[in-house]
């Protein structure tokens, strides 16, 4: 008999309707006739249906029972959460056939529903007399509501691993986060685009060198990474995001990262504190608010490492481009926000373009629309 029923993992914009098939052969001397039935069901709602509600294997004979499983696209939920449809294909005895014992077959399928945001520029070259223009989100046929979080887009690689690691771009926003003792604290978070889909985004490490005082010395590293793996020396699954010195042992964490499973797209969360150590460079609004970038991705279980191209700039406080902006948008609807270059910072820390996130859509490019803008 077939031991399981492997739906896989997809994508869906649509109702997912799939069909699989169970083998069941025969070794005894005498037919055996069972039952057919559905039992443990878990997860998001689904349904299955059987080709017959019984079936009869001849002696020495083998036949086949077609399971369609039926998943509704507006159960399954968004990429916040794991998702999976879980149950069991019960085929019980009848009249003592097979001895009266019965048989269980498990299936299992991980969807995830997807939106299908895009995102567009009026203009892909602004004036600086005039340094502004307009960012169209929309989102044509996605299964569920889906998101723009906009970035500052920093870096852009080519796909060169095949795995997991493989990073495609990292991104940069801002947001203020003052404490008493601190008025000009600020989180800085750094988006990491990739080409290929992991399971879990904890099974890799990515890693975003930060030079503050741009001497052309990293002084801090920025690592997504199993938190638990760092804490306790054992992987929980869960991404952490750390800063390490260059110059002094230890790490910090005040978030975890935001990593959707079966995704391509990891969010690392950090405070400007943790990028100023005492006695070392510091990363200060009044007298080093630039900082450089240049990043890694290592695949921890393959040894594939992906040293990504180039390096990057960007002032939290002031900057070049505008970022910050999150946008909800439902299926077939559409949302605009200005997107506007401060032409003084841009002179310093230019950016590619903008990133438009959007952890809901299909893993891979479509998780991050890479917008070009330059400063005419």
Request: glycine share 10%; net charge negative.
């Amino acid at each position: 008999m077939t031991a399981s029923l492997s739906f896989g993992f997809v994508d869906l914009r649509d109702n997912f309707s799939r069909v699989r098939s169970i083998k069941l052969r025969n070794h005894g001397s005498s037919a055996a006739t069972f039952d057919v039935s559905q039992t443990n069901a878990s997860g998001s709602p689904h349904s299955v249906s059987f080709g017959s509600s019984q079936v009869t294997v001849p002696a020495g004979g083998a036949v086949e029972l077609a399971v369609t499983l039926n998943v509704p696209v507006a159960t399954i939920g968004n990429a916040d959460a794991f998702r999976e449809v879980a149950g069991l294909v019960k085929l019980t005895p009848v009249g003592g056939s097979n001895n009266g014992v019965t048989l269980r077959v498990p299936y299992y399928l991980v969807p995830r529903a997807d939106s299908n945001i895009d995102a567009k520029l009026a203009s892909k070259s602004v004036p600086a007399g005039s340094p502004s223009t307009t960012a169209r989100v929309m989102n044509p046929g996605g299964a569920i509501a889906g998101t723009g979080d906009f970035y500052a887009w920093g870096l852009s690689d080519p796909s060169d691993t095949n795995a997991s690691n493989d990073v495609r771009a990292i991104g940069a926003q801002t947001f203020p986060d003052p404490s008493a003792s601190d008025p000009n604290r600020r989180d800085i978070v750094f988006a990491i685009n990739g080409y290929n889909r992991w399971s879990n985004a904890a099974t890799n490490e990515f890693d975003i060198y930060v030079d503050v005082n741009n001497d052309g010395v990293d002084d801090y590293v920025v690592v997504g990474v199993d938190f638990g793996a760092v804490t306790a020396g054992s992987f929980n699954g869960q991404v952490g995001a750390f800063v390490f010195s260059t110059h002094s042992a230890g790490a910090s964490i005040v978030f975890l990262g935001f990593a959707p499973t079966d995704g391509t797209t990891e969010e690392l969360p950090i405070r400007t504190s943790q990028l100023c150590r005492t006695g070392e460079p510091c990363l200060s609004k009044t007298s080093n608010p630039r900082f450089t970038y240049h990043a890694f991705g290592f695949d921890l279980f393959s040894n594939s490492v992906d040293v990504v191209d180039g390096s990057a700039k960007f002032n939290p406080w002031t900057p070049a481009i505008s970022q910050g902006d999150f946008l909800s948008v439902a299926p077939g609807a559409t949302a605009t926000t200005p997107v506007t270059i401060n032409p003084a910072e841009w002179a310093l820390t230019p950016a590619l373009g903008t990133m438009v996130v959007s952890t809901d859509n299909k893993s891979g490019k479509d998780e991050a629309q890479l917008l070009g803008l330059s400063l005419g």
